[in-house]
């Protein structure tokens, strides 16, 4: 079964964890790349500009930003694809940055991996 999970970049790392993907648009604030650990940064991945500031983290409007989270994840298919092969073969851990840890783009992607297992 893929292991797939969620993470602030701000957390302390697991060496044991899986491979470390930072999903997020802009850079984390303080936080440098040999500190990341990231295995990969897919910007790509993350969602478009338009939306992310539509959504600025207002949970009243979380399903709607789902729902259109994954309208462009669904043009994305190779990129998804590279996540559920890294999901299966080592553990996958989703960075992100943001305060709320249950309404990102992170959580989102997490749910929608999930969906296609």
Not at 4 to 23: A, C, M, S, W
Not at 45 to 72: C, I, M, N, T
Request: aromatic content about 10%.
């Amino acid at each position: 079964m893929p292991f797939i999970t969620t993470k602030r970049v701000y957390d302390p790392i697991d060496n044991n964890e899986g491979v470390r993907v930072l999903v997020d648009r802009l850079w984390p604030r303080g936080v440098s790349k040999q500190a990341l650990k990231a295995g990969h940064g897919l910007r790509e991945v993350a969602p478009s500009d338009q939306l992310r500031q539509w959504f600025g983290h207002d949970p009243d409007r979380w399903e709607e930003f789902k729902h259109r989270y994954f309208a462009e994840l669904q043009a994305k298919p190779e990129l998804i694809n590279l996540l559920l092969d890294l999901a299966r073969t080592k553990g996958l851990v989703l960075l992100f940055s943001a305060r709320d840890l249950h309404c990102n783009q992170a959580v989102a992607l997490q749910h929608y991996l999930l969906s296609l297992i």
